[in-house]
């Protein structure tokens, strides 16, 4: 790699963010005051592009001195959930087209017979070739590459832009799948060429295939995203490569992103939960639940002993797997612009609608005529009216409440106010759900957990969260709505690769193994020296998929290292299906499904208690007292402090109830709770059980 071109990490780094209301940076300046720069803008949802410039700009520190930009991106995200996807054709074995359909027998719905399924790649698109592989690797019919010429000149003719080769196991044995690559290559127009094993070498044909083809669909789209903000960068004097995080909470150059295109799905909740693990060490806590509530969404996960959980089975939609590592995330359709209704049966139900940035909650004053959560905290006395964010002037609480009494208050048999209590309850029941599904769910006490919130609307729920799900104690960090930008600046690289063997432990070939997973590791390292950064040390994590054959379910195994034994594998397994169902099978055996590997750049420390200026600590917590205002909880209202965040003593103990309000985000204390800060700027609740 040419030094030359390689960014520091001790320069000036951005870290953007998009969400799907709010588009958020933080800029840590690298010179002799190191001072924090935020800015959070609306997002540009019809070119996001424009919302990442426009942040920067609001910085006012100019583009060209930035040494690196990292950019959380939710392109692909939402191409895929709103199936804005490019026109993409496929290549596949004779008579398994109609796989990426038929998947896995499963219904929209779970009960009744009403739903509607609609393929990444149309049925007309597909294009069924002749060639077989058998699941060993051998060879049953050989590749016609006629009919793949053929096939490539009329998928071109339908005016497909991408190209997805996907064949029978050919995880085993990628001969003819790489063979069509070449031929296809010689008359495609483009490099959107994408192999399902180059991708995904697992076996499952549905899976694999979905992913190959929800790759190949975003690859145009982000590709002309990335060159897009690219060329806008460089106008502004930004002539470096800047990087991408992907889903699994690693970044990647922008330059090589398109490759695996997939990847950068969820981009965005992933850099929340590395933003969460890192902050969440560095104050001493090691076991986590992330609660990231937007004005879209709340996205929840699982960290355990320092380390978010990966998934390579994550499912964003129905019928809609993508078998690439990512950061397990939970999401749930409630966030502060989720729309509140009475429906037909009279129940009051919360999302997942969405009033999103435009128009937005009644509160911010354009237009908006729905009732959301946001405009509920607001009637409340939780959010300051005077000081919503991008809303010019006070908001109009007597229209949010006239609104809350005419939609909800009404049908319900409430005023304005037990209404907007009523939306609060109801929000917080369908969050909580989702904590309790990577909790709960997953064999794990809630109890054992601390709750991290962030997000522009986390901390206002947070608390009462936390005692309903009998959390002791609530994080939230120094900056919680721009922490997902902070994941963009304090992310690892990191690579990931699945390579499928599917065989019984007491046969399989341990040397094939131990070949597995060191070449996995040194593609890894082959990737990170390619980056344009430097990290300070390479981990290398290596695991297992495993289950007891007869079973389908799989269970994610650790391993010591690149050349573990037999026995030690044999060991491993049984000690991880005991501690997930507490039940041994000595007399079944054990499965080896999928090798993996994980490489890992780790870059630089950070310090976070910058984030918040110390110059601009008030001695005093009263000299941080900005007024005194009546807040509802729990059906009475309650004269409550509210403090400035920046102005809080660094030694701060403050008793609920308290509101405490920053640029980018509201924490409510609720009577009882009790709070003080760390060397970071944390502010640590502890929750009491009423």
């Known amino acids: 790699m040419n030094e030359k071109n390689a960014a520091t990490l001790k320069g000036t780094v951005a870290g953007i963010d998009v969400g799907g209301t709010f588009t958020d940076l933080i800029l840590v300046d690298g010179g002799s005051d190191g001072k924090v720069l935020l800015a959070k803008t609306p997002t540009t949802s019809d070119n996001q592009a424009s919302g990442v410039l426009n942040a920067l700009t609001q910085t006012g520190f100019p583009i060209a001195g930035i040494d690196l930009i990292v950019h959380g991106t939710t392109t692909t995200t939402n191409a895929v959930l709103e199936r804005r996807l490019a026109r993409t ?181 992933a850099s929340g939960v590395m933003a969460a693990a890192y902050t969440a060490r560095r104050a001493g806590f090691a076991n986590v639940v992330t609660y990231d509530m937007g004005g879209t969404s709340t996205d929840v996960a699982l960290i355990r002993d320092g380390q978010p959980a990966v998934s390579n089975e994550i499912e964003i939609e129905y019928a809609m797997p993508i078998h690439v590592p990512m950061v397990d995330v939970h999401t749930v359709g409630a966030g502060g612009g989720s729309i509140a209704r009475v429906n ?170 131990h070949a597995v997973l060191k070449q996995q590791a040194d593609e890894g390292m082959a990737q990170i020296d390619a980056e344009v950064v430097r990290p300070e040390r390479v981990d290398i994590i290596h695991s297992a998929d495993m289950q007891f054959i007869g079973q389908t379910h799989l269970l994610n195994v650790a391993l010591p290292s690149a050349e573990v034994d037999r026995a030690t594998l044999q060991g491993l397994f049984e000690a991880a299906y005991f501690a997930r169902f507490k039940v041994r099978l000595p007399e079944i055996r054990a499965n080896l499904v999928n090798l993996n590997t994980s490489v890992i750049g780790v870059r630089a420390d950070l310090d976070l208690s910058r984030l918040i200026d110390p110059a601009g600590r008030a001695d005093r917590l009263d000299d941080a007292k900005t007024e005194t205002r009546p807040v509802w909880f729990a059906g009475t209202w309650h004269d409550t402090p509210v403090y400035a965040r920046e102005r809080l003593p660094l030694d701060v103990e403050i008793a609920g109830p308290a509101i405490v309000e920053q640029m980018d985000a509201t924490t409510v204390l609720e009577p009882g709770d009790r709070a003080c800060a760390d060397r970071d700027g944390n502010l640590i609740i502890e929750v009491v059980r009423h």
């Open 89 to 269: 054709g496929m290549i596949t074995t004779r008579g398994f087209r109609d796989v990426i359909e038929l998947g896995r027998r499963t219904r929209p719905q779970p009960y009744g017979m009403t739903g509607r399924f609609v393929p990444v790649i149309a049925r007309d698109l597909r294009v069924e070739v002749t060639q077989r592989m058998e699941a060993s690797g051998a060879v049953r019919e050989n590749l016609d590459e006629d009919e793949v010429r053929a096939a490539v000149a009329d998928l071109l003719s339908r005016g497909c832009e991408s190209l997805v080769i996907h064949f029978l196991h050919a995880y085993a044995n990628p001969a003819h799948e790489l063979r069509a690559a070449e031929i296809a290559a010689e008359t495609w127009p483009n490099d959107h060429i994408t192999t399902g094993h180059s991708l995904l070498s697992e076996a499952r044909e549905f899976e694999r295939g979905v992913t190959a083809a929800v790759n190949a669909s975003v690859q145009p789209i982000l590709e002309r995203y990335v060159l897009r903000l690219r060329d806008e960068l460089r106008r502004r004097g930004y002539e470096r490569e800047f990087l991408v995080m992907n889903g699994n909470g690693g970044m990647i150059s922008a330059g090589k992103v398109t490759r695996e295109a997939a990847k950068t799905v969820m981009s965005g909740p």
């Open 344 to 513: 037909d049966a009279g129940l009051l139900e919360i999302g997942p609608q969405s009033a999103g940035a435009v128009p937005g909650p009644i509160c911010y004053g354009r237009g908006g005529e729905e009732p959301t959560v946001s405009d509920a905290n607001l009637l409340l006395g939780r959010l300051n009216a005077k000081k919503l964010l991008s809303v010019e002037g006070a908001a109009d609480i007597d229209r949010v409440r006239a609104i809350f009494a005419a939609k909800l208050g009404e049908k319900l048999g409430l005023d304005a106010t037990g209404a907007a209590g009523a939306v609060l309850r109801i929000g917080n029941v369908k969050m909580a759900g989702a904590i309790r599904m990577v909790s709960v769910a997953k064999g794990h006490d809630p109890r054992d957990f601390s709750l991290f919130a962030f997000g522009g609307a986390g901390p206002l729920h947070a608390a009462a969260l936390a005692r309903e799900l009998g959390i002791p104690r609530v994080i939230v960090p120094a900056r919680p709505g721009i922490t997902n930008a902070l994941g963009c600046i304090v992310a690892d690289l990191r690579h990931d690769f699945v390579r499928t063997l599917n065989r019984p432990v007491a046969s399989v070939d341990m040397e094939e193994v």
